[in-house]
């Protein structure tokens, strides 16, 4: 999975292809040709480990966008497996996954600077997707790693209470702001053209919320309702994911005082 990558990048594909993860999650490799720092884990079972190996790079460190599992499953089988520690935003020191504690051995903030083999990479906190998510920046060759923020395979979901719309909408306008060749995401392929992909999803996040208004005007005011107007091609499977993400816009446009919530229902606030 490295050979339409630029060098000092190699992708181990996580086996995990599905409807939330596209083709698999893409576990990077920053290397130098036998070290590597690895960004997020999948869980790590026989045929995923096979794949870190097949790269023919070493993880000696781990660094984690955020804790959904299929980004920080296989954290503690690389920490044990390559003696590789683990390093994770500062809100997640106490983070537990299935049962057991992450123990980050590096808590991140916002500006930190995560050295790798060959170079070096600067921490962007982006909450909105997930409120401890971080995107990590390579100032000299202009690549951006999103994680789950900005994906090549479809938009992502923002999942309350932890996920959170108007924060996402600033993440990804902080993100607008930087000098960008190309964006690698969790899911999908290289973005090559970072800003007009960056702005069709801030587009898309404001086309979906002023179709909340429409439906919110038209009379339509539970979220399953609103999900089978806006989402008429969605298979059935993702409707759970849709209705997360409407929750989302109508809790940010309560904040913004344009719609209430009447417990039964969302109404316009005027």
């Known amino acids: 999975m490295h050979l339409d990558y630029p060098d000092g990048i190699r992708v181990a594909l996580a086996p995990n292809p599905g409807p939330m993860t596209g083709p698999g999650t893409?576990?990077?490799?920053?290397?130098?040709?036998?070290?590597?720092?690895?960004?997020?884990?999948?869980?790590?079972?026989?045929?995923?480990?096979?794949?870190?190996?097949?790269?023919?790079?070493?993880?000696?460190?781990?660094?984690?966008?955020?804790?959904?599992?299929?980004?920080?499953?296989?954290?503690?089988?690389?920490?044990?497996?390559?003696?590789?520690?683990?390093?994770?935003?500062?809100?997640?020191a106490d983070f537990t996954f299935a049962g057991a504690p992450l123990a980050p051995d590096r808590l991140v903030d916002e500006g930190d600077e995560i050295t790798f083999p060959g170079g070096r990479l600067r921490a962007i906190h982006t909450p909105g997707h997930e409120s401890g998510h971080c995107c990590y920046y390579e100032p000299e060759r202009r690549w951006l790693f999103t994680g789950d923020t900005i994906l090549s395979t479809g938009t992502t979901i923002i999942a309350p209470p932890d996920g959170d719309m108007t924060a996402y909408l600033d993440s990804l306008r902080r993100l607008r702001a930087l000098d960008l060749s190309v964006i690698f995401p969790a899911h999908g392929p290289p973005i090559e053209r970072p800003y007009d992909v960056i702005d069709e999803y801030v587009s898309h996040r404001l086309l979906r919320e002023q179709q909340v208004l429409?439906?919110?005007?038209?009379?339509?005011?539970?979220?399953?309702?609103?999900?089978?107007?806006?989402?008429?091609?969605?298979?059935?499977?993702?409707?759970?994911?849709?209705?997360?993400?409407?929750q989302a816009h109508l809790e940010k446009l309560e904040r913004d005082g344009r719609v209430r919530d009447e417990g039964g229902g969302y109404v316009l606030a005027y």
């Open 26 to 92: 893409n576990q990077y490799l920053l290397h130098d040709g036998r070290d590597a720092l690895l960004l997020d884990a999948a869980p790590l079972d026989a045929e995923n480990r096979a794949r870190m190996e097949a790269t023919g790079v070493r993880p000696t460190a781990l660094l984690l966008t955020h804790i959904h599992a299929d980004h920080v499953g296989g954290a503690a089988a690389v920490r044990e497996t390559w003696h590789a520690p683990i390093a994770v935003h500062r809100s997640r």
């Open 214 to 246: 429409d439906a919110l005007d038209a009379g339509v005011t539970e979220i399953p309702a609103i999900v089978a107007r806006l989402y008429v091609d969605l298979h059935p499977v993702l409707h759970w994911a849709a209705a997360l993400t409407v």
